[in-house]
């Protein structure tokens, strides 16, 4: 893989990270959190470019996803459980 492309799948696993951090809710947090990096450890082996930038358009939408899903669920947030303090 090339650096800048390293460089990019590096900088858009930090923003999903960033992103699933801030959902409200504690069980969608550590979900999305999971999933995140258990897709990236899962692809972390992949060189061919085409994969690459396929996957990369994948995690773009993801995150716009994730950004989203934080939203309405700031809209409507609940009461904290008893893990959350």
């Known amino acids: 893989m090339a650096a800048s492309a390293r460089a990019q799948v590096i900088s858009l696993y930090r923003s999903m990270l960033s992103a699933s951090k801030k959902f409200?809710?504690?069980?969608?947090?550590?979900?999305?959190?999971?999933?995140?990096?258990?897709?990236?450890?899962?692809?972390?082996?992949?060189?061919?470019?085409?994969?690459?930038?396929?996957?990369?358009?994948?995690?773009?939408?993801?995150?716009?996803l994730i950004q989203r899903q934080v939203t309405i669920g700031k809209m409507f947030e609940s009461q904290k459980i008893v893990v959350e303090g």
Do not use: C, H
């Open 24 to 64: 409200p809710s504690y069980n969608y947090r550590t979900y999305a959190l999971r999933r995140v990096r258990d897709a990236f450890r899962a692809n972390r082996n992949i060189e061919d470019p085409k994969t690459v930038a396929r996957l990369m358009t994948e995690g773009q939408q993801t995150l716009a």
